[in-house]
């Protein structure tokens, strides 16, 4: 059965529509809106609920692009980031993620300390290792993330959206993917796995807001 599950989300990630090609000097110039928050080391967002926002330079070009695309057609709600992403053109997506993406920290070892045996037995149940990679940095696909050292707080927010389904009116996000994986998860086990994936050694920084003027 993993096998199947891995190999139907290798072939999902090979399907993945290309995507316009970003220009880091562009993306520099149209960054004003998103260093606010992802410029300030420790900054909270508050919905659905008070969280640190994700550190998303050094993140992979292509997932940026997804995640705001998502964004903008309402599969992921945040009022904040629905704005910003539906004034975005398809080019400027590109332009703000081929930027960001050039801030990587340092890099990510191949392999990683072995989750204790609670957390493994989670992430062998999601299959995260398939589309994430060993290190948790080196996913299938540009348009997957990377997870290891984010914060944690961010990850169980971001993985009880997907429990959230029934109330995409409102919150939630509406990818078939991630809820099948985390499926029969408790908020308890996505606690866990967030834990764990945000003590790991990655390539995630926040840039000081500082640093972008």
Same mark, same amino acid.
């Given at each position: 059965?993993?096998? #199947?599950?891995?190999?139907?989300? #290798?072939?999902?990630?090979?399907?993945?529509?290309?995507?316009?090609?970003?220009?880091?000097?562009?993306?520099?110039?149209?960054?004003?809106?998103?260093?606010?928050? %992802?410029? #300030?080391?420790? !900054?909270?967002? *508050?919905?659905?609920?008070? %969280?640190?926002?994700?550190?998303?330079?050094?993140?992979?070009?292509? @997932?940026?692009?997804?995640?705001?695309?998502? !964004?903008?057609?309402?599969?992921?709600?945040?009022?904040?980031? +629905? =704005?910003?992403?539906?004034?975005?053109?398809?080019?400027?997506?590109?332009?703000?993620?081929?930027? @960001?993406? =050039?801030?990587?920290?340092?890099?990510?070892?191949?392999?990683?300390?072995?989750?204790?045996?609670?957390?493994?037995?989670?992430?062998?149940?999601?299959?995260?290792?398939?589309?994430?990679?060993?290190?948790?940095?080196?996913? #299938?696909?540009?348009? !997957?993330?990377?997870?290891?050292?984010?914060?944690?707080? @961010?990850?169980?927010?971001?993985? +009880?959206? @997907? %429990?959230?389904?029934?109330?995409?009116?409102?919150?939630?996000?509406?990818?078939?993917?991630?809820?099948?994986?985390?499926?029969?998860? *408790?908020?308890?086990?996505?606690?866990?796995?967030?834990? !764990?994936?945000?003590?790991?050694?990655?390539?995630?920084?926040?840039?000081?807001?500082?640093?972008?003027?």
């Amino acid at each position: 059965m993993k096998r #199947i599950a891995t190999a139907l989300l #290798i072939a999902f990630a090979a399907a993945l529509p290309a995507q316009a090609n970003g220009d880091a000097a562009r993306g520099e110039s149209k960054a004003a809106m998103c260093i606010g928050c %992802h410029g #300030i080391k420790g !900054y909270q967002a *508050s919905f659905p609920e008070v %969280h640190r926002v994700p550190m998303i330079s050094g993140q992979n070009a292509g @997932y940026i692009v997804a995640a705001l695309q998502a !964004y903008a057609k309402g599969e992921r709600k945040h009022p904040t980031m +629905k =704005g910003i992403a539906a004034s975005l053109t398809e080019q400027d997506m590109a332009d703000l993620a081929a930027y @960001y993406a =050039g801030h990587a920290g340092a890099k990510a070892p191949e392999q990683v300390a072995e989750a204790p045996a609670a957390v493994k037995a989670l992430l062998d149940k999601g299959v995260c290792i398939s589309c994430h990679g060993a290190n948790f940095s080196k996913a #299938i696909s540009d348009a !997957y993330p990377k997870i290891a050292g984010q914060h944690a707080d @961010y990850l169980y927010v971001a993985l +009880k959206s @997907y %429990h959230a389904e029934a109330r995409l009116g409102t919150v939630g996000r509406g990818n078939a993917i991630m809820q099948g994986q985390i499926k029969g998860m *408790s908020n308890a086990d996505l606690k866990l796995l967030a834990k !764990y994936l945000g003590s790991l050694p990655g390539e995630l920084v926040t840039v000081p807001q500082s640093r972008f003027r």
